[in-house]
Structures are given as structure tokens and as C-alpha cells.
């Protein structure tokens, strides 16, 4: 089972659309229990970083999200992944979770739409198994307007955005982000979120 986790900020409706649509088992939860005896958490997001990270804190599930993330798979989506990092500026900034190194900031191009929405491929950095049995080239849907600055070794992949946007980040263990929303980046999406599931087995 997957635990979603609730806060109030998520973009709970698409995901759990998305899981069922895929006979994956999942509950949506700000019970600690729940989340104990999950397989996996994903962490869904929408809005902005300050208030998400204060209704987060306010259900008092910090310290259990960062516990599990230490020994079950964990998923971030779109600002869900934003929140794995140490901090953001966004609106006068907030820390993170901190489970990732690295910060978010607006992006930084004056050439290009802000927000970042719509279709934009991958680039495929490093290897993993959220991208098992996905054919290139992988097109995926973004909206955004800040984005991870971190480490090369954190991502897996990217989209080219004027410069270099960090679309799927890892933490190397259990603990992985994706900027763009799966759940509606059509079967290649729904593919990597089967991958999450599996993960999890």
C-alpha cells in the first residue's frame, strides 16, 4: 500500500485517479500509522513552497516522513519534490525537508514562459528504476515556476528549459522527486509510477 500523504496543498484528486486507474493499492493518510506500515509515501504538492511547508509542519508528520524516507521508497511530485530540498526563496523562503542537498529558486530565464507548463522531454542523465520500461523519447508535463538547483549526482534526469531543469532528483537511496506530474504525463507517466510501486515490493 502507498501511503498519500495529506496536508491540505496536494494535488490529491489527479494522483489517486492515477494509482487507482492502475490497481495500486493506496490511502490517503496524515495518520502516522498509516504511514508507518505503508510500502511506500508519496508526497504531493501544488501552491507555494512557504504555506505547503507550514501546513506539512502543522500535521506533525516531519519527522515521520523523514524516518520513512530512510527505509521506504518516497516520491516527491511537483512542488511534493521542491519540499525534499533544504530550502526555497520562494515568497520570502522556508526551509525544506532537507532530504536532498540542495535549494529552489525561480527560474532563472528571462527568455522563456513563466510559468514552465506544458510538454518538455526528458533528458536521461543516470540510470534508474523509476524509468524501467519506458521507450525514449520521454515526454512529460510540467508546471512550474522554480526549480532545484543541486548536485549532478542527485539528478536523473532533466529538461532543457533555456538551461538545465532538474525533472527527476534522488537522494541515491530511498527518496526521489519528480518535477513534473506523472499522473498526467499520459502512459509513460503511469509507467513510472507502476515503477514506484515496484519498488516498494
Not at 506539512?56 to 516520491?75: E, F, S, Y
Request: glycine share 10%; hydrophobic share 45%.
Amino acid at each position: 500500500m502507498i501511503a498519500v500523504i495529506d496536508y491540505g496543498a496536494g494535488n490529491l484528486f489527479s494522483v489517486c485517479n492515477a494509482l487507482t486507474y492502475l490497481n495500486i493499492s493506496h490511502e490517503v493518510t496524515k495518520d502516522p500509522e498509516t504511514i508507518e506500515r505503508a510500502d511506500a509515501v508519496i508526497l504531493p504538492g501544488v501552491g507555494a513552497f512557504p504555506a505547503a511547508m507550514q501546513d506539512l509542519a502543522a500535521t506533525g508528520l516531519i519527522d515521520i516522513i523523514k524516518a520513512n524516507a530512510k527505509k521506504k521508497p518516497l516520491l516527491g511530485i511537483c512542488l511534493g519534490m521542491q519540499m525534499l530540498f533544504d530550502d526555497s526563496d520562494e515568497m520570502g523562503g522556508a526551509a525544506g525537508l532537507g532530504l536532498i542537498a540542495g535549494t529552489v529558486r525561480r527560474i532563472p530565464s528571462e527568455k522563456v514562459i513563466i510559468p514552465h507548463m506544458g510538454w518538455n522531454e526528458l533528458v536521461i542523465t543516470q540510470e534508474s528504476r523509476l524509468l524501467a520500461n519506458i521507450e525514449k523519447p520521454v515526454y512529460t508535463y510540467f508546471v512550474h515556476s522554480y526549480q532545484a538547483f543541486c548536485d549532478d549526482k542527485n539528478i536523473i534526469a532533466y529538461a532543457d528549459y533555456d538551461g538545465k531543469v532538474p525533472a527527476l532528483v534522488t537522494d541515491g537511496g530511498f527518496v526521489f522527486g519528480a518535477q513534473f506530474h506523472p499522473e498526467k504525463s499520459g502512459e509513460k507517466g503511469l509507467q513510472m509510477l507502476r515503477n514506484f510501486e515496484e519498488m516498494a515490493r
